[in-house]
């Protein structure tokens, strides 16, 4: 039942104690950034805890290689509860400092780099030691343990390989256990069916959206995957997704679905996770120290209040990240699990507090729509955004005003136009859009705050 029984199981204050010798390291080593070098060279001070960079524009290339060395007084904490008086991370705070602000080792001590789709501007990118990639893959083993995976199981990984943490790292983690792991990917749905079938696959890791979808291929192909497959288990995350949509994963399948949850800046996947009990995600805390926060405010809630969680990592090497901002909301949930494990668990992610979009598990930011769509000359500056579900997929729409000053074309020239901006927008965002050329002021206006963005997939009816 337990991968690590010892941590897995281990007292809360013992628990805490890791935690803080754990936290008392990650602060010594960040220090050896760049980034947190600079932030905390006065100590915890509140001087300290202006950020760094403010004001500074991102130069690509502005921090070297070689790591700063920790200076002046260091940080020791006495207690967990301290780590509130220090600033938070942001996303832009490693957007700003790319590529090398927040390593502590030299770059050859680096064997793998990552990084999270929905970046504007700069990518954020996540280097890995091989300890970093040691833990994260033993993470994933316990995950998949915790939930009944074993040796003799076969495990189909359906999530993308490539910088994208999805596909790696279960893979890693999956051969940890010494499990089977057929690489597929995610689509070619057909050819995912044939090895499901004759590779009598028992595990598999999936978009949640896409396991809807790929049922529609089951039918088609007059297929009943719970009589003519040997499928147990499916691991489903990297999208926000409801408790009906498990249930029905797990009905249409007739398997267990497991609600797995992580981030790049993180490891990836292997942060939180379902037991066996499916009541609420373990967070690991022996190595990720994790608080709500009230997202405006920033002051840690009372326990059991819904708002963003913040993680702090306890055992990253290359790239350890002190009180960084997910902007996912969830809660932490009360009381004991009846699974005998005592790391907290938090609840499912409900949304986000910053306006980044997930489609199909690609996350997206409005801002990179809009920016693409304004470098091409014939099209105007007014456009709106829909997200709908189309046979259990999302669907992105666009509908942009043309730019009558530019554009003087003909139909043919319009579709051509069309097919530019579908380009574009793949080529920035990883996903292909719908786009509709709309008449030049026909796009409502507003005086206000514009509305650019309808996301139609919580039941509201919509489309273009
Ligand atoms: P990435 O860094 O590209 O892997 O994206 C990480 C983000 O995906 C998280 O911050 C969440 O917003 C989202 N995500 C990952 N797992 C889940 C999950 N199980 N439920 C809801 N959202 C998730
Ligand atoms: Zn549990």
């Known amino acids: 039942m337990y991968w690590e029984k010892e941590v897995e199981t281990m007292d809360r204050s013992a628990l805490a104690g890791l935690q803080l010798g754990r936290l008392n390291e990650s602060l010594t080593r960040a220090r050896g950034s760049a980034f947190y070098g600079k932030r905390f060279a006065g100590g915890a001070s509140s001087e300290g805890a202006q950020p760094a960079y403010a004001g500074t524009p991102a130069q690509p290339g502005g921090y070297a290689g070689t790591p700063a060395k920790p200076a002046g007084s260091s940080i020791e904490l006495s207690g967990l509860e301290e780590l509130t008086d220090l600033p938070f991370t942001t996303k832009d705070d490693l957007r700003n400092a790319f590529p090398y602000g927040f390593l502590t080792v030299d770059l050859q001590e680096v064997i793998r780099l990552h990084s999270s789709s929905g970046t504007t501007g700069n990518p954020t990118v996540v280097f890995h030691t091989p300890r970093d990639i040691d833990h994260w893959g033993n993470l994933i083993a316990r995950c998949m343990y915790t939930t009944g995976v074993r040796k003799q199981d076969v495990f189909q990984n359906m999530m993308g390989y490539g910088l994208f943490t999805g596909g790696l790292g279960f893979h890693y983690g999956a051969e940890k256990l010494g499990v089977m792991t057929i690489p597929i990917g995610p689509g070619n749905s057909k050819r995912q069916i044939w090895f499901l079938k004759h590779l009598k696959a028992t595990v598999i890791h999936i978009l949640p959206s896409y396991a809807l979808r790929l049922y529609s291929f089951f039918e088609e ?21 409801s408790e ?113 979009l997930i489609i199909n598990g690609v996350n997206i930011f409005p801002i990179q729509i809009e ?22 997929m999302d669907r992105l729409s666009v ?39 709309v008449e030049p002021s026909s796009l409502p206006v507003s005086e206000g705050k514009v509305r650019r963005v309808y996301d139609y997939r919580g039941g509201e009816q919509g489309g273009l």
């Open 244 to 356: 009906e949509i498990r249930r029905k994963i797990e009905e249409l399948y007739g398997i267990k679905v497991y609600n797995s949850y992580g981030l790049s800046e993180m490891c990836g996947p292997g942060v939180a996770f379902e037991c066996e009990c499916q009541v609420g995600l373990h967070v690991w805390e022996d190595h990720f120290y994790p608080e709500i926060i009230d997202p405006v405010s920033g002051e840690v809630l009372p326990e059991g209040e819904r708002g963003e969680l913040v993680l702090t990592t306890l055992t990253r090497e290359a790239m350890p990240l002190i009180r960084y901002r997910t902007r996912d909301l969830t809660r932490f949930l009360p009381g004991e699990c009846p699974c005998g494990r005592t790391h907290r668990r938090i609840d499912r992610i409900t949304g986000r507090s910053d306006d980044m």
């Open 221 to 241: 192909m007059q297929l009943d995957p719970k009589k003519d497959l040997h499928l147990r288990i499916a691991f489903i995350g990297a999208e926000p997704h």
């Open 371 to 392: 920016k693409t769509l304004m470098a091409i000359p014939e099209i105007g500056r007014n456009y709106l955004i829909e997200i709908n579900k189309e046979n259990f």
């Open 399 to 437: 509908k942009v005003e043309i730019n009558e000053e530019v554009f003087h074309g003909t139909l043919a020239e319009l579709e051509k136009l069309q097919i530019k901006a579908v380009a574009a927008l793949r080529a920035e965002l990883g996903v292909t859009p719908n786009v509709k050329l």
